[in-house]
């Protein structure tokens, strides 16, 4: 019982904090996602060649960043008890040889975020990235909901970039959902400009996929083939944990079901 009320607060938080339209698009694509599926991407690029903003985060937080054998049992001990992550996944990443900042008040996880170097990670339905040498990708940022609205993604977005840097990589990579204002807000106190736009749609039944990019050419950036994944094949929430656990049932309920929503989001 107590813990639907708290799913509804955070779904309402969640609710309260959208524009109605993004909230009622967000329902009805998790409503129809056993048949369709669609997500439309801003890609933005960071040129590490050039001098980097400091992050905007006011509070005193602390970022580590973990990877490689040494780390791992660390940071499964701070990540899994944090968001829906298994030690599975913590392995999958860091056996690639991606790294995550992990953000902390005092002793305490508020948030994360994960980079990576492999080329051809999995954006969605069998679209995957191409990464040049000398590039990352960063993605999978997550900050408690308690303690959202302080800039932690900024911070982690920071520290990312600056380690990034460190290890000789030029520009690093993200993806936003346009409907993920709270993830937009970041490029947007930055200034700054997504590079290209990218459409999906995928019919399930059909097994067809649409793909469309705006502002580049699709393939400079996406190749189609399956990518590396970054997850167990598992139920995802995507970019509303608390409004889609309530919904992802009753759309769960539907005679189809999606083989696996891996949806990775990756950021500015
Ligand atoms: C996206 C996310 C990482 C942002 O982290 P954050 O540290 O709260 O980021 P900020 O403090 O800069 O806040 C970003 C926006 O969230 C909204 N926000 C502010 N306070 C909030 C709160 N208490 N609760 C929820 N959202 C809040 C605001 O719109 C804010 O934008 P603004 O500063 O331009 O008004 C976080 O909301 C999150 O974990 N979301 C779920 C997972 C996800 O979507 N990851 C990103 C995928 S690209």
Redesign the pocket.
């Known amino acids: 019982m107590k813990s639907i009320h708290h799913e509804l607060r955070r779904a309402w938080?969640?609710v309260r904090?959208r524009h109605p339209l993004v909230s009622l698009l967000l329902v009805i694509r998790k409503t129809f996602r056993p048949f369709v599926n669609w997500d439309i991407f801003d890609v933005f690029e960071t040129d590490l060649r050039l001098p980097l903003p400091e992050s905007y985060s006011k509070g005193k937080f602390d970022v580590r960043i973990y990877g490689g054998p040494k780390d791992l049992k660390r940071t499964i001990e701070d990540l899994t008890s944090f968001n829906d992550l298994l030690p599975v996944d913590i392995e999958l990443r860091f056996g690639r040889g991606d790294v995550v900042g992990v953000a902390y008040a005092a002793d305490q996880v508020v948030?994360c975020m994960w980079l990576t170097f492999a080329n051809g990670t999995e954006l969605e339905f069998g679209t995957s990235w191409i990464m040049n040498a000398a590039e990352a990708l960063r993605y999978?940022?997550?900050?408690r909901?308690d303690?959202?609205?302080?800039?932690?993604?900024?911070l982690l977005n920071d520290a990312l970039n600056r380690y990034a840097r460190e290890r000789g990589i030029l520009r690093t990579l993200?993806e936003?959902?346009v409907l993920?204002?709270?993830?937009l807000?970041?490029p947007?106190?930055l200034r700054r400009v997504r590079t290209m736009r990218v459409v999906v749609f995928h019919v399930r039944g059909l097994n067809w996929t649409y793909r469309k990019a705006v502002g580049a050419p699709f393939e400079s950036r996406f190749a189609i083939e399956p990518g590396l994944p970054n997850r167990n094949p598992r139920y995802q929430f995507g970019?509303c944990?608390g409004l889609c656990k309530i919904i992802g049932p009753v759309a769960h309920s539907f005679p189809f079901q999606t083989p696996h929503e891996t949806k990775r989001?990756?950021?500015s």
């Not at 999978?140 to 900050?143: L, N």
């Not at 303690?147 to 900024?154: D, F, K, P």
């Not at 993920?180 to 993830?183: A, E, I, L, V």
């Open positions: 938080e969640q904090r948030g999978d940022s997550f900050v909901p303690w959202r609205g302080r800039a932690i993604h900024s993200g936003i959902s993920n204002s709270q993830s807000s970041l947007k106190h970019n944990h989001k990756t950021i």
